[in-house]
């Protein structure tokens, strides 16, 4: 029987607004330190939407409406420590304009509209 964990399903919010793009610095691993559209793992029993606007609203304080898949990545560990993630990414269309506060229960510890 093989002990390997399974992959870990993710989601990201591609947020644009006025040619700026939503990015959150990431807090923890995987990827603590670097930036990134706002997202994470998917909950059991939630849909991949909510999960997305779940995550912004986590992550930035800001709501919007989950639209089309527009990819998905992979980022496959280099040790056996780390999990495999398949995430996919989804255009978000916010409900308003404003400007995202790095949420305290999130993995994100700075977010910014970026040029």
């Not at 992550?59 to 040790?79: F, I």
């Not at 989804?90 to 305290?104: C, K, Q, R, Y």
């Amino acid at each position: 029987m093989n002990a390997d964990p399974m992959p870990v399903v993710a989601v990201g919010a591609v947020v644009v607004d006025d040619e700026r793009l939503l990015l959150v610095r990431r807090r923890d691993d995987p990827g603590a330190g670097t930036w990134s559209v706002p997202g994470g793992h998917l909950r059991r029993g939630e849909t991949l939407a909510e999960a997305v606007v779940r995550e912004l609203r986590e992550e930035t304080g800001l709501d919007g409406v989950c639209g089309p898949l527009l990819g998905w990545s992979e980022l496959v560990p280099e040790d056996a420590g780390g999990p495999h993630l398949v995430i996919l990414d989804f255009e978000v269309t916010l409900f308003g304009a404003g400007d995202p506060v790095a949420g305290d229960d999130a993995d994100a510890d700075a977010a910014e509209w970026v040029p």
